[in-house]
């Protein structure tokens, strides 16, 4: 019996042996398989190619040409380009129209947010669809309809000239256009964000005592500056560049209701181009400075949700408060 067991047991030693070394030899044999999702080096290299190719003719190309063709004729030609004093006008008008139509859609922004983020509300839907209007509305079509409704023939038309109030072919007009244009950029911003982010934090200040404004101030401010930032720089872009409303309600008025880019319209018309160019160099200017800052922006957020997620977790402790002594002897004193 012994020497059947003994038997046995090298007989299976031999075949564990034999089965090991061939699944060795097999794996060693096998040749590389590519994963089923990775692309061929080609594939990548051209796809880059493509795409560098693209940001190289639409991006770069006309944004290197604004700046030669405004410096084509020296520095002083591009100086007193600017200097014009119908330039000058303009550039001071479009600098009025964002410090006014900005932080009415900052404050819009956020208290829109706010209600679709944190309540829930009859007509919520609603408010979200109307939001969006403007990005679904032709800016033409906008300016359009604030001078049927505004203008001197519109339906407040002649209540505003008996009181001698213009709007249209005025400041205001020009205003209005260019927040209602802009409207959506900060609350779209802000209303995913807020979302995600829950309520359970104003809850808990709510709780212990915050206030309204404290609660706003310390707790959902924090969480949402940096998406707040990229709003107003997303705004205050679209604000300066705004061509198709305000052209529309501005008239066209040398000197008073032109903005920067109807001011590059009336110069590239006139066929002075150079000073068109010149003038146009102010908004890729603007255009490069957003994109830095949003850059820095979104790497500060970045930055600082890495390092909350690198906190260590805070554990309750174990620790029980004692039974007071007249609980532990019964109640008995």
């Not at 042996?17 to 999702?37: E, K, L």
């Not at 023939?153 to 001698?164: K, S, T, Y």
């Not at 609350?187 to 404004?213: C, F, H, K, N, Y």
């Not at 609660?215 to 560049?241: D, Q, S």
Request: glycine share 6%; aromatic share 8%.
């Amino acid at each position: 019996m012994n020497k059947l067991a003994n038997a046995a047991n090298s007989s299976s030693k031999s075949a564990t042996n034999a089965a090991t070394n061939a699944a060795s030899n097999t794996g060693n044999s096998t040749p590389h398989v590519r994963p089923g999702t990775a692309e061929a080096p080609w594939v990548r290299v051209t796809l880059i190619g493509i795409a560098l190719l693209f940001i190289a003719l639409f991006l770069v190309l006309p944004l290197a040409t604004v700046f030669v063709e405004a410096l084509r004729k020296g520095v002083d030609a591009y100086t007193s380009a600017l200097a014009d004093p119908d330039a000058w006008s303009a550039i001071k008008l479009t600098l009025l129209t964002a410090a006014i139509s900005v932080p009415l859609n900052l404050v819009f922004g956020v208290a829109a947010a706010w209600a679709i983020a944190k309540f829930e509300f009859p007509g919520k839907a609603i408010l979200i669809t109307l939001i969006d209007l403007p990005f679904s509305v032709s800016p033409v079509v906008v300016g359009l309809s604030f001078v049927l409704v505004l203008g001197a023939q519109g339906w407040l038309g002649p209540w505003l000239m008996a009181h001698n109030i213009q709007i249209i072919f005025a400041v205001p007009g020009i205003v209005i256009a260019t927040a209602f244009v802009t409207l959506p950029l900060v609350a779209r911003e802000l209303i995913p964000l807020m979302q995600a982010q829950g309520s359970d934090e104003e809850q808990a200040a709510i709780v212990l005592g915050a206030s309204g404004w404290q609660t706003f101030w310390y707790v959902t401010l924090p969480n949402i500056k940096w998406g707040l930032l990229y709003g107003v720089i997303l705004c205050n872009a679209r604000a300066m560049g705004e061509f198709g409303a305000v052209s529309v309600v501005s008239g066209h008025l040398r000197g008073e209701t032109n903005t920067i880019p109807l001011q590059v319209e009336i110069l590239y018309n006139q066929f002075q181009i150079q000073a068109g160019f010149a003038v146009a160099s102010l908004l890729a200017l603007l255009a490069l400075l957003t994109l830095v800052i949003k850059s820095i922006a979104e790497w500060r957020h970045e930055h600082e949700l890495k390092r909350l997620a690198e906190l260590p977790m805070e554990r309750p402790t174990d620790d029980v408060p004692a039974a007071p002594q007249n609980a532990r002897n019964g109640g008995t004193v």
